[in-house]
């Protein structure tokens, strides 16, 4: 039950981020359902970048070798540090659509979901009059703030098992946590699997060394969910009068939008390591390769435009979108990495950096037995 605990509050620095960016979502699809995704991938691939970045790392290993039977159970975490350049993102880069337009005197930059926390730029949104194609207001609506954070942590349960004299299997995951708060379902976990075998038998002249060669190939899968109940006076109308349908007065009717995020993660990891009495070193190099797909589910009301008979000839309506974004989002990246483990007994002691776009620290504890 600790254990429990201690993960869903080093949860809670990345469930916020996937239910505020579910939330902001829904005004971005007030610029149409093409912007809102140009939009969805500025705001939340820093996101998605930290998420790959925690699960191509922090693979933390006791031993090179560990005899059959035995295993190592360790609690540790890996943090992803968010590079300057990924905090903020520049609106006029996005090829949004003509009638998409800032409002800042000529400023373009938006904080992204790991960037500043203070509003984005504020966007108005015009369309063409209907009887004469005059340009006119559409509606408005600021991009979302940043959550201030520079770094993303990821806790996990890792265990290292001997199967055979030089193999060992991986396993490490984060239970299912739940948390239903203010009308906000949140609901992550992840989970990943592993193999390192040792290369020195493998190789004559490294068969007798002191250093030690091996190769780990993992794969790593984390979902998180993001459920919200909207009611239909959640929706802003800035003054003008807009038509609903029967369905969308209905309070319930724009309930049940969720965001999905799924990501994928493999790595092939080279290490070479020396032990010194109870301290081992070790640098490695890596390749990871993933992909992040984020989904939105649900109902979405985008404001138009449309002709009437009576003055003045048009109206405002609410077009419901169904599942508007969809983004696939792959990543491929080198890494360097540096760590140092100590083992006294049954108790180990971990950590490492790696160096690349989104810097990683990883640190834990472990258990053999």
């Not at 959550?147 to 349960?157: A, D, E, H, K, V």
């Not at 239903?180 to 699997?193: F, L, R």
């Not at 004559?204 to 060669?213: C, G, K, N, T, Y």
């Not at 993660?265 to 190099?285: D, P």
């Amino acid at each position: 039950m600790k254990l429990k605990i201690l993960l869903t509050f080093t949860s809670f620095f990345w469930l916020p981020i996937v239910g505020v960016a579910q939330s902001e979502i829904a005004f971005f699809i007030l610029g149409g359902r093409d912007n809102a995704g140009h939009l969805a991938q500025a705001y939340l691939s820093p996101l998605a970048n930290a998420a790959q970045a925690n699960l191509g790392n922090g693979w933390l290993i006791i031993n090179d070798t560990i005899s059959s039977g035995k295993i190592n159970i360790s609690l540790q975490t890996t943090v992803s540090l968010t590079p300057q350049k990924d905090r903020y993102f520049d609106v006029n880069q996005l090829a949004l659509s003509p009638d998409v337009h800032t409002s800042q005197n000529g400023k373009t930059l938006s904080p992204t979901a790991l960037g500043a926390s203070h509003n984005g730029q504020h966007i108005v949104v015009t369309t063409a009059r209907p009887q004469d194609g005059e340009e006119m207001y559409l509606t408005e609506f600021s991009l979302p703030e940043g959550l201030g954070l520079s770094f993303i942590p990821q806790p996990s349960i890792q265990a290292q098992i001997g199967v055979f004299k030089y193999s060992s299997i991986l396993l490490r995951g984060l239970p299912g946590i739940h948390i239903d708060y203010e009308n906000t379902d949140y609901y992550t976990y992840m989970y990943g699997v592993g193999i390192l075998q040792s290369l020195n038998p493998l190789i004559a002249p490294l068969e007798e060394q002191s250093i030690h060669l091996s190769f780990l190939f993992t794969y790593s899968h984390q979902y998180a969910r993001s459920s919200l109940s909207r009611t239909q006076a959640w929706y802003w109308h800035h003054g003008h009068i807009t038509v609903l349908t029967e369905e969308q007065k209905k309070e319930e009717w724009y309930d049940g939008q969720k965001l999905d995020v799924k990501a994928n993660n493999y790595v092939m990891q080279l290490y070479i390591s020396k032990t010194v009495k109870h301290w081992r070193f070790y640098a490695c190099v890596n390749r990871y390769v993933g992909s992040t797909i984020i989904n939105t589910y649900g109902r979405y009301p985008r404001r138009d435009i449309r002709a009437k008979e009576e003055e003045p000839y048009y109206e405002y309506f609410f077009h419901d979108e169904l599942n508007p974004v969809a983004l696939s989002l792959p990543h491929r990246q080198w890494r360097l990495g540096l760590g140092f483990s100590v083992q006294v007994g049954a108790i180990g002691l971990h950590t490492e950096a790696s160096l690349s776009d989104y810097k990683n620290l990883s640190a834990g504890i472990s258990y053999q037995f």
